[in-house]
């Protein structure tokens, strides 16, 4: 028998019928930096294979699964996609590795290998991979260096929505249960190391992507009681949130809409003690201007400001009205900020909407665009910020669905550095259900939201069977980008910007990145790497 193996690059996408192209030559990784790399081998024969890695450096090893992409990606999707964006299986969940993995004759396979350097490893090693099938065994090595500097803390504000009610549905637990503590924890724990800094935070179930009329499970953190002469506010369950987000390294707080979505016209779902039992006293019925629930807010927030300034968390909290609201939504949405700001002025305002007319109205005080509305708003906002949703799909817009090359998300990070991006946000941490949130998916066999947003879109992890999060590789992709932007900011400030953006445009004909031209080679990426550890390393001497 014969085995074949070999270090390939993270930003590789392995498919069992494809050799794998891009070989990987060396890593340089500061301190505090995760770093991964792709070891593809295949054997002439079915046999089954031990993976084994050794490195002095402490390392995770990942198997790789493929999904099934039923929409790859919309009919009018550009070319810079792998398959033609055509449906079938693409590599996407990292599962921890096992002792075996069954593999078939002549097809390619890739373990994940994901290095977690310390101070302590700093110096030349050597990283390798053993495959190992029978009497056979093939081993394939890739040289790594780990400066002693550390790697700076990020600054960028990123959020991807959380969504809790998928947790309860995919496992079956009471929401507010023991164990629906303990998994919401581990899985805010996966965001956190992924870069994730900003928690949507639900005070009451958000009305994000449901269906007029329809709901989503109830996870609202505030309890309500409706009194003869008006409300009365339980803080217990946000308070264990909170703590529970802090504990897990979690720096800002996302503050659900307290508006429905595309519009502002109703009021989002809130469930109360009555003296008629539990039960909803507001949703789709109730009118966002109507007296009863403009009353509610007032004392609403009369009661949870003290409560968050108590928790020493005020300076941290940003409120939502509406999600992306467009320019027919105008005056609804006007009528819903004005009153947020009434309320909640003291803190920062904060919306994905990509038209201009509603920051310089004074409606919103953080405007959150699509991407290729960046330059819009640029000049006009005190604070970039930018997202990518489903449309982000055409001329080379960043964004990582199945079908995309990774390269294409891993820009992310040096873009955020050249347009001076404060904050990103993402609406699909672990969205496990169908558009609209009408039914349930299994996200391992349904990956599209039934077909309706293209594979990758909806969620960048999966639940494990012991309550924890599987990583996707986009999703390691996504934090190695934001390294990417870390390593600038540390540079720049060793140096200057001027330093920073030579060594982001060498070996590239642009003198300038958009977000619709910059390099799509993947080799690229892990030169540029390269030349900023390498450079930060000397400036520090």
Known sequence: MNLTVFPVSSLEKVFHDEKPQSYLHNMTLLAGEAGSVQFAFSADEDTEVNVR??????????????????????????EWVLRNAESGMYPDVLIPAGPRLQVKKGEWYAVWAELLPTAKNAGKHTLTAHIIAEDTCASAQIPVTVCKQQIVDQTLICTH??????LHSYYKVPVFSEEYWRITENFVRTAVEHGINFLLTPLFTPPLDTAVGGERPT????????????????????DRWIDMALRCGVQYFEMSHLFTQWGATAAPKIMAKTASGY?????????????SYNDFLDQFAAALIPFLKEKGIADRCRFHTSDEPGNNHYYSYRRAAKKMQALFGEFDSIDALSELRFYKNGLVRTPVPEEGSVTKFSKHVDERWTYFCCGQYRNHLPNRFFCMPSARCRILGTLFYLYDIKGFLQWGYNFWYSQYSVREIDPYTESDAGGAFPSG??????????GTAYASLRFKVFRDS?????????????????????????GSKAKKFTFTDYPTDGEWYENLHTRLTEAISFYSK
């Open 53 to 78: 890695i050794t490195s002095a450096i402490p390392v995770k090893t990942y198997f790789i699964k493929d999904v099934y992409a039923g929409k790859a990606a919309y009919d009018d999707h550009d």
């Open 161 to 166: 929505w959380f969504h809790s009610d998928c």
């Open 219 to 238: 996870v609202q953190l505030v309890d309500v009681t409706k009194k003869r002469s008006g409300y009365e506010f339980g803080f217990e369950k946000l």
């Open 279 to 291: 039960r909803q006293i507001f949703g789709w019925d109730t009118n966002a201007a109507s007296k």
């Open 457 to 466: 879109d909806a969620y960048q992890v999966y639940p494990a069977p012991d």
């Open 482 to 506: 934001l390294q990417d932007l870390r390593l600038m900011q540390q540079l720049e400030a060793l140096t200057d910007r001027k330093t920073v953006e030579k060594i982001i445009f060498k």
